[in-house]
């Protein structure tokens, strides 16, 4: 049975969180994690053209697709949960650090957290430098979860 994760009732209360990543391998097992903390989880995997997966467990969208997504209000994205990806050339980390700042930019106002298989320091660095919450491990959806329901406490606290 293919699971989908389409939005239903008893989803409505949950966070809902929009999960990109640039690899279906490594995307279930997180989202399972997250599902089980409490969390709706929208996976989207990033790419340069935008289809539905043929399993229909995601979509592939683009960067600009991803962060029009994430700002549609009709969508109610809680937070983005982005993958850093691999370094380019000149040290950058493309794709989770374009989104990032795409979404900061364009004025999403969730919080963004980045994960990856394995971060270390220069990564979080840039990816908090372009407006992530920070970077954590995607391999302890434990982790990734807490970080996220705490950026969403900190923010509805800031709005009280």
Known sequence: MTKTWATSAENSKKPRILLVDDEFDRIYPLIDGLEAKGLEVIPVILSRESEQEPEGRSRWLTLDDTVRHALNSANRIDAVVTDVYKPSENGEYPYGLDLVRELKTKGYNGPVVAHSSLPTPEMRAAMIEAGAEGL??????D??????KDALERQVQSKS
């Open 136 to 141: 954590y491990n995607k391999r302890d959806a």
């Open 143 to 148: 982790l990734v979860a807490t970080a996220i």
